[in-house]
């Protein structure tokens, strides 16, 4: 019977052992550093190795200043992950300045890749999170307030403030990928059948076209 149950444990030890690598945002890294190469022809799951990194590689100054929300939803993302710090790479973080016009909206979207964790700068926002039982989890969150939204999940933001707002937003990933819901199902290239989508949403051929013209192909 002892020996039942230490084949149990070392059975359980293994299964854990093979499943911690997959409950992480990225793989492990392997080396100190390993900066990406972005120009390297080698296709990898990540980025190559670059030879000769120096201090900048691992600095970005994008964030320290608000980005321009002169636009359909009111904000804009300015992210420092991998493409634009490549010192991240093989790190498994990420960052991203938000801004929010005043009535601007992130709009819902998901991130495949990564766990988002956002701090507010300024403002007042409404934000949530639905689960995959439909359930939605909100929140009204202010100046020096954070919110968490799990991995894979719809989330969204919305400024319910008089004026703009702003947050840092953290995630587990050096690059979290993002896809959000209308562009991807109504500006997809080629097109999602409109018909599909007419049944998908329980509306007419018409409409769903009407809607496609809103948004560019991505």
């Given at each position: 019977?002892?020996?039942?149950?230490?084949?149990?444990?070392?059975?359980c030890a293994v299964v854990l052992a093979l499943a911690?690598?997959?409950?992480?945002?990225?793989?492990?890294?392997?080396?100190?550093?390993?900066?990406?190469?972005?120009?390297?022809?080698?296709?990898?799951?990540?980025?190559?190795?670059?030879?000769?990194?120096t201090a900048d590689d691992f600095f970005f100054d994008g964030l320290k200043n608000p980005g321009n929300t002169s636009n359909a939803a009111g904000s804009v993302v300015t992210a420092a992950n991998v493409e634009r710090l490549p010192g991240v790479n093989t790190l498994g973080v990420s960052m991203a300045r938000i801004d929010y016009a005043p009535g601007g909206q992130n709009p819902p979207h998901t991130h495949p890749r990564a766990t988002e964790i956002i701090f507010v700068l300024e403002g007042t926002l409404e934000v949530g999170f639905i689960?995959?039982?439909?359930?939605?989890?909100t929140k009204t969150v202010t100046k020096g307030e954070v919110f968490v939204f799990p991995r894979g999940l719809v989330h969204f933001q919305q400024n319910r403030g008089h004026g703009p707002a702003a947050v840092i937003a953290a995630f587990n990933s050096q690059l979290q990928g993002t896809q959000a819901i209308a562009p991807t199902l109504f500006g997809a290239s080629p097109p999602v059948p409109t018909d599909v989508l007419a049944k998908a949403f329980r509306i007419g051929n018409?409409?769903?076209?009407?809607?496609?013209?809103?948004?560019a192909p991505m």
């Open positions: 019977m002892a020996r039942a149950h230490l084949y149990l444990a070392a059975a911690a690598p997959s409950l992480a945002g990225d793989p492990d890294m392997l080396q100190d550093i390993c900066v990406a190469d972005r120009a390297s022809p080698i296709k990898i799951n990540g980025f190559p190795c670059k030879a000769n990194a689960t995959t039982a439909n359930k939605l989890f018409g409409q769903v076209e009407a809607i496609k013209s809103k948004f």
